[in-house]
Nanobody
């Protein structure tokens, strides 16, 4: 089994920054890659950012230029630096890990991921 623990969420004003971190433990050798997802109240969980097994970074269009992903795939840690936050970024942010290899935009699909953290709340006020 794999455990994912997120940290770094909180409340911020629009235009501010937050840094989210995720650490994997347990049977981490089964993990190919980790990713960030988010879910706002009443909405579907959506992919935020991840790296595919070709080394390419994928992120949602609304986050490009504002969110930066950093990963250490040996230590199994994943960090999301969020800048210029907007009220629409308010959501529960989840760390996820997949145990299958994948390349391309498919890596932002929820169904690709087998392990999930409990989430960390991000609230952005206007």
């Amino acid at each position: 089994q794999v455990q994912l623990v997120e940290s770094g969420g909180g409340s911020e004003q629009a235009g501010g920054s937050l840094r989210l971190s995720c650490v994997a433990s347990g049977d981490t050798t089964s993990i190919y890659r980790m990713a960030w997802f988010r879910q706002a109240p009443g909405k579907e969980r959506e992919g935020v950012a991840t790296v595919d097994d070709g080394g390419s970074t994928f992120s949602a269009d609304s986050m490009k230029g504002r969110f930066t992903l950093s990963e250490d795939n040996v230590k199994k840690t994943l960090t999301l630096q969020m800048t210029n936050l907007k009220p629409e970024d308010t959501a529960m942010y989840f760390c996820a890990a997949r145990r299958v290899s994948a390349v391309g935009p498919v890596v932002l699909r929820r169904a690709m991921y087998h392990y999930w953290g409990q989430g960390t709340q991000v609230t952005v006020s206007s």
